[in-house]
């Protein structure tokens, strides 16, 4: 049971929600997901799996459930509440409105903060560095390597303004808060990495990012991106944020989660790329061995160098063995079937492996024996510096080196889901890279999340595909009976409001003649029409489409042309003046676009979008699923393209009074077996079908 001090304080906040919001409307579906959210947490319904789904409709207010569902149960137990989305809109949305709003209204005072990753904040020693322009040899050399972008006068005056407002106080480290964009090579040189601005170092120790740390270690509830999410947990969890097991979690827009973690479970390397930078650490060690005093670090620095000479050998071995197969004769990519290397690749891949292995491990050794002579002042500063950054700038690309090494060498036990191995060229097609990846990331989760965290809450929008969780379920490691909670709850909206219309079409999308039909189709679909969204399921489509509207005399605004952010600018301008817009979109505008109101009253959507599995780890994945007798286009593609049409679908509703209509052109709906799936899964618009 919920305690009574839990549930008091939620139904104060409530009252206080609905006496401070404008316009309140009092929704059973959200109190429903407040009341659920809070149960599963506090471990009313199973104690040893608090974990709940929920799809939640739009309308029912998401942010501000979790909000009242989740804050105060882990203020009250002394826990970190982290609340993880996918998309930087929805975090700013939370830090900038929905938690200032509901902190003004709660009954339990919190703090919260936005946490970033180490890299969106500068090193005070590298920035000071680069500020003063000195020239350490070995630094440049570190830096070199990384952006291959030596700082000219006006980088140099660009350092010296941060440096002078960081130190002034007037700005904390933060890209994001620099008023100005900083170019990418140019903040690669002062970016703070987990190797060389270590907190146990004096000097490091008022960096920008320990000091957030500091402040987030302080804070109630911490909103981070799902990337930041899993580069915590795939390295054992604490080590960014807090450990899992003493965390809440909410994972808003969660059905992105599974992509991310699978992302996170891949790696890959360049041959020659990685041939180069092994040469030079070779070096690099023993400069290091050189410069640190006495021999306590010997036997590290000898393991390295003989790592590093087995090393070279094996990738030669592999470097003239993919030079004389002809991988790429068809196609840039080349993906071995079921994961499965020919020979000799499976041997240079265990060698390679456990080189790497043991040279991690040593060059591990040497940076912690470079920051210890410099504790004990062994190492004075002015040396130790540039031969950490160089140790930490390797100690990055040997671990992602090992772990492709670690997943190419892995052995898959026969009737296991395999892994997705391929090759791809460069493109200056001079040098091969080698791609890893899992197919499945539910265990993944499962071990790093599920069963570690106090508890959690996935919520989405759009969670369930055919009017099921199961496809959902599968993705995220989630078992059918595992006491897992399971919500689905509509959006309170009167879909009755806009019209769902199909209309007679002469052609299906795989004829040759159906983009001729819709640049005849659609001037009538837009005509009289005051804010129009036309989405494709290719950018070929798309552009071919606005040619032959505009040669009718059509005004549109394309995507590609200009940015996202303009687009939108200037459709809004258009609506708010009264002059007729069209945006022609592909599918990253079906999703988390915001056209409330008179912004969208007309959504056309011309084609089912159905993925083609392209890339080597969709191909993977549906070959896995044809050897173990299964369908991919029903398992996969179909349930995949539910989901997306539902999101799509989802922007023409965002407001209560809003209406509009809904037109898609793919007869597939009405002329397959799988349309009815498809229409049912829809919201509840009004239908006219021809």
Same mark, same amino acid.
């Given at each position: 049971?919920?305690?009574?001090?839990?549930?008091?304080?939620?139904?104060?906040?409530?009252?206080?929600?609905?006496?401070?919001?404008?316009?309140?409307?009092?929704?059973?579906?959200?109190?429903?997901?407040?009341?659920?959210?809070?149960?599963?947490?506090?471990?009313?319904?199973?104690?040893?799996?608090?974990?709940?789904?929920?799809?939640?409709?739009?309308?029912?207010?998401?942010?501000?459930?979790?909000?009242?569902?989740?804050?105060?149960?882990?203020?009250?137990?002394?826990?970190?509440?982290?609340?993880?989305?996918?998309?930087?809109?929805?975090?700013?949305?939370?830090?900038?409105?929905?938690?200032?709003?509901?902190?003004?209204?709660?009954?339990?005072?919190?703090?919260?903060?936005?946490?970033?990753?180490?890299?969106?904040?500068?090193?005070?020693?590298?920035?000071?560095?680069?500020?003063?322009?000195?020239?350490?040899?070995?630094?440049?050399?570190?830096?070199?390597?990384?952006?291959?972008?030596?700082?000219?006068?006006?980088?140099?005056?660009?350092?010296?303004?941060?440096?002078?407002?960081?130190?002034?106080?007037?700005?904390?480290?933060?890209?994001?808060?620099?008023?100005?964009?900083?170019?990418?090579?140019?903040?690669?040189?002062?970016?703070?990495?987990?190797?060389?601005?270590?907190?146990?170092?004096?000097?490091?120790?008022?960096?920008?990012?320990?000091?957030?740390?500091?402040?987030?270690?302080?804070?109630?509830?911490?909103?981070?991106?799902?990337?930041?999410?899993?580069?915590?947990?795939?390295?054992?969890?604490?080590?960014?944020?807090?450990?899992?097991?003493?965390?809440?979690?909410?994972?808003?827009?969660?059905?992105?989660?599974?992509?991310?973690?699978?992302?996170?479970?891949?790696?890959?390397?360049?041959?020659?790329?990685?041939?180069?930078?092994?040469?030079?650490?070779?070096?690099?060690?023993?400069?290091?061995?050189?410069?640190?005093?006495?021999?306590?670090?010997?036997?590290?620095?000898?393991?390295?160098?003989?790592?590093?000479?087995?090393?070279?050998?094996?990738?030669?071995?592999?470097?003239?063995?993919?030079?004389?197969?002809?991988?790429?004769?068809?196609?840039?990519?080349?993906?071995?079937?079921?994961?499965?290397?020919?020979?000799?690749?499976?041997?240079?891949?265990?060698?390679?492996?456990?080189?790497?292995?043991?040279?991690?491990?040593?060059?591990?050794?040497?940076?912690?024996?470079?920051?210890?002579?410099?504790?004990?002042?062994?190492?004075?500063?002015?040396?130790?510096?540039?031969?950490?950054?160089?140790?930490?700038?390797?100690?990055?690309?040997?671990?992602?080196?090992?772990?492709?090494?670690?997943?190419?060498?892995?052995?898959?036990?026969?009737?296991?889901?395999?892994?997705?191995?391929?090759?791809?060229?460069?493109?200056?097609?001079?040098?091969?890279?080698?791609?890893?990846?899992?197919?499945?990331?539910?265990?993944?989760?499962?071990?790093?999340?599920?069963?570690?965290?106090?508890?959690?809450?996935?919520?989405?929008?759009?969670?369930?595909?055919?009017?099921?969780?199961?496809?959902?379920?599968?993705?995220?490691?989630?078992?059918?009976?595992?006491?897992?909670?399971?919500?689905? &709850?509509?959006?309170?909206?009167?879909?009755?409001? #806009?019209? @769902?219309? /199909?209309? =007679?079409? +002469? !052609?299906?999308?795989?004829? *040759?003649?159906?983009?001729?039909?819709?640049?005849?189709?659609?001037?009538?679909?837009?005509?009289?029409?005051?804010?129009?969204?036309?989405?494709?399921?290719?950018?070929?489509?798309?552009?071919?489409?606005?040619?032959?509207?505009?040669?009718?005399?059509?005004?549109? &605004?394309?995507?590609?042309?200009?940015?996202?952010? #303009?687009? @939108?600018? /200037?459709? =809004?301008? +258009? !609506?708010?003046?009264?002059? *007729?817009?069209?945006?022609?979109?592909?599918?990253?505008?079906?999703?988390?676009?915001?056209?409330?109101?008179?912004?969208?009253?007309?959504?056309?959507?011309?084609?089912?979008?159905?993925?083609?599995?392209?890339?080597?780890?969709?191909?993977?994945?549906?070959?896995?699923?044809?050897?173990?007798?299964?369908?991919?286009?029903?398992?996969?593609?179909?349930?995949?393209?539910?989901?997306?049409?539902?999101?799509?679908?989802?922007?023409?509703?965002?407001?209560?009074?809003?209406?509009?209509?809904?037109?898609?052109?793919?007869?597939?709906?009405?002329?397959?077996?799988?349309?009815?799936?498809?229409?049912?899964?829809?919201?509840?618009?009004?239908?006219?079908?021809?």
């Amino acid at each position: 049971m919920l305690s009574e001090r839990l549930k008091g304080a939620i139904r104060d906040s409530y009252r206080q929600l609905a006496a401070g919001l404008p316009g309140f409307v009092a929704r059973r579906e959200q109190n429903y997901l407040v009341a659920e959210i809070a149960k599963t947490l506090s471990g009313e319904y199973e104690k040893s799996r608090r974990i709940l789904v929920a799809e939640a409709g739009t309308g029912i207010g998401k942010s501000l459930s979790y909000a009242q569902g989740a804050i105060a149960l882990a203020r009250l137990q002394q826990k970190k509440l982290i609340i993880s989305t996918a998309t930087v809109a929805l975090q700013e949305q939370l830090i900038h409105k929905d938690l200032p709003f509901f902190l003004k209204h709660s009954a339990v005072p919190f703090s919260f903060i936005l946490v970033k990753g180490r890299q969106r904040y500068c090193c005070e020693h590298l920035l000071e560095v680069a500020a003063q322009g000195e020239q350490e040899a070995n630094l440049e050399f570190a830096f070199a390597e990384l952006s291959r972008h030596k700082p000219n006068d006006s980088d140099r005056a660009l350092y010296q303004r941060l440096w002078h407002a960081y130190t002034h106080g007037k700005w904390d480290g933060d890209r994001d808060n620099w008023p100005d964009t900083i170019a990418d090579p140019i903040w690669e040189r002062i970016a703070a990495d987990r190797h060389t601005c270590n907190r146990t170092l004096t000097h490091h120790q008022h960096c920008p990012f320990h000091r957030a740390r500091e402040k987030m270690e302080q804070t109630d509830v911490l909103v981070v991106n799902h990337a930041l999410l899993l580069s915590d947990l795939t390295m054992g969890g604490g080590i960014i944020l807090p450990p899992p097991d003493e965390c809440f979690y909410v994972l808003d827009e969660a059905h992105h989660l599974p992509t991310v973690a699978r992302d996170h479970g891949s790696a890959s390397m360049s041959v020659k790329g990685s041939r180069r930078w092994l040469e030079k650490l070779a070096q690099s060690a023993g400069k290091m061995g050189r410069a640190l005093p006495s021999e306590r670090l010997l036997d590290a620095q000898l393991k390295l160098q003989d790592a590093l000479a087995a090393l070279q050998p094996d990738l030669k071995a592999l470097d003239n063995w993919l030079s004389q197969q002809p991988f790429f004769s068809e196609s840039s990519d080349y993906r071995f079937s079921e994961g499965k290397l020919p020979d000799p690749l499976p041997l240079l891949a265990i060698n390679l492996k456990e080189s790497s292995k043991v040279a991690l491990r040593a060059l591990d050794r040497v940076q912690g024996g470079i920051a210890e002579a410099l504790r004990d002042g062994d190492l004075k500063r002015k040396q130790a510096e540039p031969l950490q950054a160089e140790a930490g700038f390797f100690m990055q690309r040997l671990e992602n080196f090992h772990q492709l090494w670690e997943l190419m060498a892995r052995e898959i036990a026969e009737g296991k889901t395999p892994l997705a191995r391929w090759l791809s060229q460069s493109d200056d097609r001079q040098d091969i890279m080698l791609h890893a990846s899992p197919i499945e990331v539910g265990y993944l989760l499962e071990e790093w999340l599920w069963s570690k965290c106090l508890g959690a809450v996935l919520v989405s929008a759009t969670l369930t595909a055919l009017s099921s969780f199961d496809y959902f379920r599968q993705q995220a490691g989630l078992k059918a009976h595992d006491g897992t909670r399971y919500l689905r &709850l509509r959006s309170p909206f009167d879909y009755n409001k #806009a019209e @769902l219309y /199909l209309p =007679r079409m +002469r !052609c299906e999308p795989s004829d *040759p003649g159906f983009t001729g039909e819709l640049i005849e189709k659609l001037p009538a679909l837009l005509s009289h029409q005051k804010a129009s969204l036309v989405l494709f399921s290719s950018y070929k489509q798309m552009n071919e489409v606005a040619e032959g509207l505009r040669s009718q005399g059509l005004s549109l &605004l394309v995507q590609g042309e200009a940015s996202r952010a #303009a687009l @939108l600018t /200037l459709h =809004r301008s +258009r !609506c708010d003046g009264g002059t *007729p817009s069209v945006i022609l979109g592909t599918g990253s505008f079906a999703e988390g676009l915001d056209l409330p109101g008179h912004y969208l009253t007309n959504l056309i959507i011309t084609k089912l979008p159905f993925a083609v599995p392209t890339s080597p780890v969709e191909e993977a994945t549906a070959e896995w699923i044809e050897k173990r007798g299964g369908n991919p286009f029903l398992q996969v593609t179909i349930p995949e393209a539910s989901r997306k049409l539902i999101q799509a679908c989802g922007r023409l509703i965002r407001k209560e009074s809003d209406e509009g209509r809904v037109t898609i052109l793919d007869r597939r709906l009405l002329t397959k077996r799988y349309g009815k799936g498809l229409l049912d899964a829809l919201p509840p618009f009004r239908r006219t079908i021809e």
